[in-house]
């Protein structure tokens, strides 16, 4: 065995987590989900789940399993070595599992040599001028909803609109698609749960078949038509990687194109959703940011640690190992709980405290060679709405609390009401 860290010990019921996931689950541990993550951060560091594998709740625990060479993602090679194959087989799965969040070594060194650095500075600064006119557009959107019904939905006024005008304007796709973009992220994201229902494959697999449509008809179309964008460079790239095959090209544009826009639609529209939460409830707060706006980035730094957009993620150790002093067998799987992780009081005084100038640390955007591709540009979407917004809407207010997805691992607000 090769030890990764003794930070503490647990031995408690595997039996004892299930109220536990239950309550993160329901509404109330939606709208507040601190007191579950305390309560399994109590049961240990490495805490056993009631299907054979463990939950790492501790932040140092956590960030030796982002980081580690030894635990990888659950690949297509480990669902084939699990007994109940068959719950692999699912469209959506398999669709996800090809995206560069489920490969490893040596297929991820290599597609991500090939994107290189995707938003270095460079590319940021290019990006910025037209993040800051969606921002703008968007806003007045919001404007004109606040003076013509007195409240307005800010997820889908804003939020969710910003992620998908940056990402699309950057692949230069049409904006007559974004809508059903949206709509086939929103249902086929229920695949990547903990314990999807039936229910929940039969949404994700329509939404999947939906999605493969989309993304192969925008390949076939910028192939026939070849330009200077983003995705353009991508096809001339990926055809001289296989100049004798065709059907390889095609199935790794396709994934790279399909994973790289859904994934930056759902989780920076939560993160910009939170920092207009979090900072707008308290009239204090937002005062202090408008008069002091060289903190805004601490303050997103802060709401990406008080409320991380995805509440865990999953690796498998690739040998017999032992994590915070408890054994863990070659295979076995392992659930990275961010939020859990990011209020550990070992890590964070008061973590239970927003205080945008904390300046602590969060394991939000992982660790390691899955470190999140698109953390710069997130980080850029909410500092420029939260420069313009600031400004522009000085008395915003939220009218209520947010409303959730039923989800466990995707953390998505359906729901946000203001007012000015």
Not at 79 to 86: A, F, K, L, Y
Not at 121 to 140: C, K, N, S, W, Y
Not at 345 to 355: A, I, L, S
Not at 364 to 376: D, E, I, K, N, P
Request: hydrophobic share 40%; glycine share 6%.
């Amino acid at each position: 065995m090769t030890a990764v860290g003794v930070i503490r010990g647990t031995t408690p019921d595997r039996r004892a987590v299930i109220p536990l996931l239950r309550r993160l689950r329901s509404a109330e541990g939606q709208a507040d989900p601190l007191p579950v993550w305390e309560e399994l951060r109590a049961l240990g560091d490495v805490v056993p789940a009631p299907w054979g594998g463990y939950f790492v709740t501790g932040f140092d625990a956590c960030n030796q399993v982002l980081r580690g060479r030894n635990w990888l993602v659950p690949d297509f090679d480990w669902q084939e070595r699990q007994p109940d194959t068959g719950r692999w087989q699912e469209p959506a799965t398999r669709e996800m599992t090809r995206t560069l969040s489920r490969l490893n070594r040596p297929a991820h060194t290599v597609q991500r040599r090939a994107l290189g650095n995707l938003f270095d500075r460079g590319t940021l600064e290019t990006m910025r001028p037209q993040i800051a006119d969606h921002v703008t557009r968007l806003l007045d959107r919001l404007d004109r909803r606040l003076r013509s019904h007195g409240a307005a939905d800010f997820v889908t006024t804003v939020g969710e609109q910003l992620p998908i005008h940056t990402v699309g304007r950057w692949l230069a796709i049409p904006a007559e698609h974004y809508p059903h973009i949206l709509d086939f992220t929103h249902r086929q994201v229920h695949a990547q749960e903990l314990l999807p229902t039936k229910s929940d494959l039969a949404i994700s697999a329509q939404a999947t078949r939906e999605m493969r449509a989309f993304f192969t008809g925008l390949l076939a179309h910028r192939r026939a038509h070849l330009g200077n964008d983003v995705l353009s460079g991508w096809i001339r790239h990926w055809d001289a990687q296989y100049p004798d095959d065709r059907a390889a090209a095609d199935q790794t544009l396709y994934d790279l194109t399909m994973f790289i826009t859904i994934a930056s639609l759902e989780t920076t529209a939560t993160l910009l959703t939170n920092a207009v939460w979090f900072l707008t409830r308290d009239p204090a707060r937002a005062d202090f940011l408008r008069r002091n706006p060289e903190h805004i980035d601490d303050a997103i730094d802060e709401v990406l640690r008080y409320d991380p957009p995805i509440h865990l993620n999953s690796r498998f150790a690739a040998d017999d190992t032992v994590l915070a002093g408890v054994p863990i067998a070659k295979d076995t799987t392992v659930h990275v709980l961010y939020g859990a992780a990011n209020h550990d009081p070992r890590r964070n005084h008061q973590p239970h405290v927003f205080d945008i100038r904390r300046k602590g640390g969060h394991l939000t955007f992982g660790g390691g060679a899955h470190y999140c591709l698109g953390s710069a540009l997130a980080r850029l979407e909410a500092r420029q709405l939260l420069t313009q917004l600031l400004e522009r809407f000085p008395t915003l207010r939220p009218t209520a609390g947010p409303t959730y997805a039923h989800r466990m691992v995707f953390r998505r607000i359906t729901s946000l009401y203001v007012t000015a």
